[in-house]
């Protein structure tokens, strides 16, 4: 067969290499100068089965984990399986752990709480409030998007600068629309476009990225510090991980209700960020960078992944790192066999047009 992939982040890049491994022509398509350029490089990449409800999307991101390893990210250098340590210092947040801790360990993913001496073996660095509730995650890992996307493409076609205005269906298969005019035609479509999947799909509603909605954060880099942190932390105050060289990524999830697409983050937002780490690891920090993040965010909070026509399908999903690698192998099952994947029928476009209650509105991803 051929076919199309349409964008070059973790998603696209996961479902064209899973396509080409089964020996069928694969090309991807991506508006960007280069792969890993769009909500990829702007991601806290933390690879977890953790605050996921209902049960069925946190089984789904937990097997997700699984297919990290069992494509070798450990070796590839994509993926640091350090787990993730959660520190609670309010009253609401160590409620809320301890609700999910003991949730989390009842279906048997991995979760336990620490006292503080097994915290400090740890991140030695981290400094923890007295009455901190501590709880450990040892099976979740932490990410580098742009080395995860540039193994999936060995090897596979990758054409820049070409922005996908229409995908039209046909009897024997489907084509796209260029910019600038020109039209590809092969047996199948793929569209990974993330957030901008409504563009081309208006049957899959997204939470269009606004000032202080769910779809948005900050996300900032710090120079290299001074201290040691080897894997995934979150705390009340700020989320960090390791960014490599030393740097760190650092997110202030309460911050978020202040971004804005449209505009840089804020000064007092960045003072803050580089307060709240300074704080947590006893060190100046100078943040190198900061962003507004854009996020893939389907109107009710899961993944919509599936068959749109014969020839058409659509992957998206908020927690593509995570899920990217598992994604993409049923993915390209269904489009290669025609057959169902059982453990995707939760998340079909169609579960939209069914009458149903109106939906609880999308968490904000990450929170705590």
Same mark, same amino acid.
């Given at each position: 067969?051929?076919?199309?992939?349409?964008?070059?982040?973790?998603l696209?890049?996961?479902?064209?290499n899973?396509?080409?491994a089964?020996?069928?022509?694969?090309r991807?398509?991506d508006?960007?100068?280069a792969?890993?350029?769009?909500?990829?490089?702007?991601t806290?990449?933390?690879?977890?089965?953790?605050?996921?409800?209902?049960?069925?999307?946190?089984?789904?991101?937990?097997?997700?984990?699984?297919e990290?390893?069992?494509?070798?990210?450990?070796?590839?250098?994509?993926l640091?399986p350090?787990?993730?340590?959660?520190v609670?210092?309010?009253?609401?947040?160590r409620?809320?752990?301890t609700e999910?801790?003991t949730?989390?360990a009842?279906?048997?993913?991995?979760?336990?709480?620490l006292a503080?001496?097994?915290?400090?073996a740890?991140?030695?660095?981290?400094?923890v409030?007295?009455?901190?509730l501590a709880?450990w995650?040892?099976d979740?890992?932490?990410?580098?998007?742009e080395?995860?996307?540039?193994m999936?493409?060995?090897g596979?076609?990758? &054409?820049?600068?070409?922005?996908?205005?229409?995908?039209?269906?046909?009897?024997t298969?489907? &084509?796209v629309?260029?910019s600038d005019?020109?039209a590809?035609t092969a047996?199948?479509v793929?569209?990974?476009?993330g957030r901008?999947?409504a563009?081309?799909?208006?049957d899959?509603?997204?939470?269009?990225p606004a000032?202080g909605n769910a779809?948005v954060?900050?996300?900032?880099?710090t120079?290299p510090?001074?201290?040691?942190?080897?894997?995934?932390?979150?705390?009340?105050?700020?989320?960090l991980?390791?960014?490599g060289?030393?740097a760190?990524?650092?997110?202030?999830?309460?911050?978020d209700v202040?971004?804005?697409?449209?505009?840089p983050?804020p000064?007092?937002?960045?003072s803050?960020?580089a307060?709240r780490?300074?704080d947590?690891?006893g060190y100046?920090v100078?943040v190198? &960078?900061?962003v507004?993040?854009?996020?893939?965010?389907?109107a009710?909070?899961?993944?919509?992944?599936?068959?749109l026509?014969a020839h058409?399908y659509?992957?998206? &999903?908020?927690?593509?790192v995570?899920l990217?690698?598992?994604?993409?192998?049923?993915?390209?099952?269904?489009?290669?066999?025609?057959a169902?994947?059982d453990?995707?029928?939760?998340y079909?476009?169609?579960?939209?047009?069914?009458?149903?209650p109106?939906?609880?509105?999308?968490?904000?991803?990450?929170?705590?």
């Open positions: 067969m051929r076919v199309l992939v349409l964008g070059a982040g973790v696209g890049a996961a479902v064209a899973r396509i080409a089964r020996g069928h022509e694969v991807v398509l508006a960007a100068p792969p890993a350029t769009g909500t990829s490089a702007a806290f990449a933390w690879v977890n089965g953790n605050n996921k409800q209902p049960p069925h999307y946190q089984e789904l991101n937990a097997a997700a984990i699984r990290h390893h069992r494509l070798g990210g450990v070796a590839a250098g994509w640091v350090n787990g993730h340590l959660e609670a210092a309010t009253e609401e947040h409620t809320r752990l999910r801790v949730r989390l009842a279906t048997g993913y991995p979760a336990s709480f503080p001496a097994e915290v400090t740890l991140e030695p660095d981290l400094r409030e007295p009455d901190a709880a995650f040892p979740e890992a932490h990410c580098h998007p080395a995860f996307v540039a999936m493409l060995a596979v076609p990758v &054409s820049t600068n070409q922005r996908v205005v229409g995908v039209e269906e046909h009897r298969g489907a &084509s629309q260029l005019g020109t590809l047996d199948h793929v569209t990974c476009l901008h999947t563009a081309l799909h208006e899959v509603p997204m939470i269009e000032p779809a954060g900050f996300l900032a880099r120079a510090v001074a201290a040691r942190l080897s894997r995934v932390v979150t705390t009340s105050t700020v989320n991980r390791p960014a060289g030393g760190l990524v650092a997110q202030t999830l309460d911050q202040l971004a804005d697409p449209a505009r983050v000064p007092s937002v960045v803050t960020m307060e780490v300074r947590r690891l100046p100078r190198e &960078s900061a507004v993040g854009q996020r893939a965010l389907p009710d909070g899961l993944p919509v992944v599936g068959p026509g058409r659509v992957v998206v &999903s908020h927690s593509a995570t990217a690698p598992l994604l993409g192998e049923l993915a390209a099952r269904e489009v290669c066999s025609g169902e994947e453990v995707l029928r939760p079909r476009v169609d579960r939209f047009r069914r009458p149903h109106t939906p609880t509105p999308a968490r904000r991803p990450g929170e705590q």
